[in-house]
Antibody, heavy 119, light 107 residues
Framework: EVQLAESGGGLVQPGGSLRLSCAAS????????MHWVRQAPGKGLVWLSR????????RYADSVKGRFTVSRDNAKNTLYLQMNSLKAEDTAVYYC????????????WGQGTLVTVSA | AIQMTQSPSSLSASLGDRVTMTCRAS??????LGWYQHKPGKAPKLLIY???TLQSGVPSRFSGSGSGTNFTLTISSLQAEDFATYFC?????????FGQGTKLEIK
């Protein structure tokens, strides 16, 4: 069974940093492109970032470019999102998602981890 | 960025009803669209990809149609487990963008 489990969320002060993890199981992680998506309270979903199977190709939404960094450790079956210079508007539930083999859509998501940026 | 406009934002229906919701793209996206079901505290679940292809394991009461800029998700006969929020996602162009969601509630 494919499972994605985010962790690392919590309360952080504005300007602070946080690293999210997404532990993958039930599939060949090293063969899957992966994404991060977030949803602020009461708002819609927003795509944040994508990383290739070997981690050498990444892409970011303009809202997080230069502040967030996506990476992966295929030996540990884990995806990461390093978030720096956090702002109040980064408060959201963060999801990781797997890209399909046969399409560029996401077929599996995690349940999300909540990040709250507040003084 | 391609804007996805989803409607309605909420919908009340009864068990057994047929319901339809739509997503409209600000630019043509061919059939590069998926539909998801999302329940609170759970992972979103893929229902339809490539606008009209039913994901494996998803009941056949779910169907999708459309191409270009107009897309529809239809549930043919509502079951109790279908009450949730539904959203669309375009994967034609980066940044990927989502519809705002349709909350399906019991009448």
């Amino acid at each position: 069974e494919v499972q994605l489990a985010e962790s690392g969320g919590g309360l952080v002060q504005p300007g602070g940093s946080l690293r999210l993890s997404c532990a993958a199981s039930g599939f060949t992680f090293r063969s899957s492109w992966m994404h991060w998506v977030r949803q602020a309270p009461g708002k819609g979903l927003v795509w944040l970032s994508r990383i290739s199977v070997d981690g050498d190709r990444t892409r970011y939404a303009d809202s997080v470019k230069g502040r967030f960094t996506v990476s992966r450790d295929n030996a540990k079956n884990t995806l990461y999102l390093q978030m720096n210079s956090l702002k109040a508007e980064d408060t959201a539930v963060y999801y990781c998602a797997r890209e399909m083999v046969t399409d560029t859509l996401f077929d599996y998501w995690g349940q999300g981890t909540l990040v709250t940026v507040s003084a | 960025a391609i804007q996805m406009t989803q409607s309605p934002s909420s919908l009340s229906a009864s068990l057994g009803d047929r319901v339809t919701m739509t997503c409209r793209a600000s630019h043509g996206i061919r059939d590069d669209l998926g539909w998801y079901q999302h329940k609170p505290g759970k992972a979103p679940k893929l229902l339809i990809y490539s606008a009209s292809t039913l994901q494996s394991g998803v009941p056949s009461r779910f169907s999708g149609s459309g191409s270009g800029t107009n897309f529809t998700l239809t549930i043919s006969s509502l079951q109790a487990e279908d009450f949730a929020t539904y959203f669309c996602l375009q994967d034609n162009t980066y940044p990927y963008t989502f519809g705002q969601g349709t909350k399906l509630e019991i009448k």
